[in-house]
């Protein structure tokens, strides 16, 4: 089970730290991932990171504004995102797969956690 958090309203420019907790599962054995969705647009991946968190892969957008991150004693992946951008508006997903690449297709992905709203007023 995936319990994102964290999402809210912040102007252009501020920033949010996203959460999302897992049970029920050997957490370190897992790459998690960061997906988002604005309306009528499709998912879309943002960033993922390896059970060791020792590798990371982003959206090409989003590289130099945000940051995924592990507690792997907490159970819970971090995304930082800074320099907000009203684009950067979307309910935003945490999935997790069973080992493996941190890669952006979402078919990879085996478990996805509840949405969290993320508004970026301009």
């Known amino acids: 089970q995936l319990q994102a958090s964290g999402g809210g309203l912040v102007q252009a420019g501020g920033s949010l730290r996203l959460s999302c907790a897992a049970s029920?599962?050997?957490?370190?054995?897992?790459?998690m991932g960061w997906f988002r969705q604005a309306p009528g647009k499709n998912r879309e991946f943002v960033a993922a990171i390896r059970g060791g968190g020792y590798m990371a892969n982003y959206l090409d957008s989003v590289k130099a504004r945000f940051t995924i991150s592990r507690d792997n004693a907490k159970n819970t992946v971090y995304l930082q995102m800074n320099s907000l951008k009203p684009e950067d508006t979307a309910v935003y997903y945490c999935?997790?797969?069973?080992?493996?690449?941190?890669?952006?297709?979402?078919?990879?992905?085996?478990?996805w956690g509840n949405g969290t709203q993320v508004t970026v007023s301009s």
């Open positions: 999935a997790a797969r069973a080992g493996g690449l941190p890669v952006a297709g979402p078919g990879a992905y085996d478990s």
């Open positions: 029920g599962r050997t957490f370190s054995d897992y790459t």
